[in-house]
Each structure stands twice: as structure tokens, then as C-alpha cells.
């Protein structure tokens, strides 16, 4: 029997396919009847993924789409189950090297917007919340996920690790380069003259 929960996300999944087709990205359900062509590649590996778009000069993206129960005027963040849920998200992303996101709707007035995340992102930044009603699950706050209104928007999710400045080396990076540096300089001769001997 379907929850009041399961009926709310088959809502938002075909909105966000409606969504998609707007915006003329191309994508392919995962679900519903549509689905079947694609459903053997995915068999072995379960998930809640609704969708896998594909988004120019980034790739494939697994999507599944959550609704979001807005209460007062302000989105006030969102909620993923722990357990299955999201070791089956990552598990899929581990499998098949394609990004796991989760969208999650949110009615403002006339239109739609998507708040996105990464499912390692929400898995590293969630805190961990338990109720009786609710079971145990990760609450992310809104300075977490990605603001979605326009399809332009999408840039929004990579713009953040493409703007990001280097990571410092490694400390045995840094070490290494040190031990190359102090290579006798015997050693580059020698290799050169052999190169020399081999023209």
C-alpha cells in the first residue's frame, strides 16, 4: 500500500521529468514505464534513483527526487532516511563510477524550485537526528544543497569544486619531491650518457 510519502515523491519525480523536458535535457527515467529498456543495467545494484541526465562537459548523473513537506515561507532545509537509503546511493555511485544526487522540491508560490546534493556531500555534512516517528536520519540545512530555479542554474553544482582553491600537497608528495632533489648528480649524468649512446 502506498504511504502519503510514497505518493508525494511519484508527484515530484514526474515534475522534475517535466522539468527536464522544459529545459531540453536529455535524460532517461529510471522509472515508471519508460524504464524497462534500462532497468537490467541497474538490476544487481539496488537504488531509489529516478532519472540519470546528462549534462554537457560534466556527464552522466543518477538524480533521485525528493519531496519536501515546506512548513512557513522559508525552506527550512531537508531530510534523508539513513540505512538502505543512502548505502544504496552510495553503493550505486561506487559501482558505477556515476555521481549520485539527490533534488528536492520546493513549491515558492507559482513556481518549482530544486535544492540538489551530492550523496557523499549529504553523507559528510549531515547531522545525524533520531525521533520516535522518524527513525534515525541525516538533516541538511540549507547552506548545503544547491538552489536550482533555472536550468542555467545547474552550473551551480560543480561550480563550488571547479572555484575551490588547490589543496595543498601531500606530505609524501612533498617528501618524495625532497628525495629527487637530492639525487646525486652522477646519476643524471650516467643517464645521459647512455641516452647519448642509444642516438
Not at 530544486?114 to 549529504?122: D, E, L, P, Q, V
Request: proline share 4%; hydrophobic share 45%.
Amino acid at each position: 500500500m502506498a504511504t502519503d510519502a510514497d505518493i508525494d515523491r511519484t508527484g515530484a519525480s514526474a515534475a522534475f521529468g517535466r522539468w527536464l523536458q522544459a529545459g531540453a535535457l536529455r535524460h532517461a527515467a529510471l522509472r515508471g514505464e519508460h524504464a524497462a529498456a534500462l532497468a537490467s543495467l541497474f538490476e544487481r545494484t539496488p537504488h531509489g534513483a529516478d532519472y540519470l541526465v546528462l549534462l554537457d562537459a560534466i556527464g552522466l548523473l543518477a538524480v533521485e527526487v525528493q519531496d519536501y513537506a515546506q512548513r512557513g515561507p522559508e525552506w527550512k532545509g531537508s531530510t534523508l532516511k539513513i540505512g538502505s537509503a543512502i548505502r544504496h546511493a552510495l553503493a550505486f555511485e561506487r559501482t558505477f563510477r556515476i555521481p549520485y544526487w539527490y533534488a528536492f522540491r520546493q513549491r515558492a508560490h507559482d513556481e518549482i524550485v530544486w535544492h540538489w546534493i551530492s550523496a557523499t556531500r549529504a553523507f559528510e555534512v549531515g547531522k545525524v537526528r533520531t525521533t520516535e516517528r522518524a527513525g534515525d536520519f541525516l538533516s541538511l540545512q540549507p547552506q548545503h544543497l544547491e538552489r536550482v530555479a533555472r536550468h542555467a542554474d545547474l552550473v551551480r553544482l560543480y561550480a563550488p569544486r571547479l572555484l575551490a582553491p588547490a589543496p595543498r600537497r601531500h606530505r609524501a608528495d612533498e617528501a618524495l619531491a625532497g628525495c629527487l632533489e637530492r639525487r646525486p648528480a652522477g646519476i643524471d649524468a650516467e643517464a645521459a650518457g647512455r641516452s647519448a649512446e642509444g642516438t
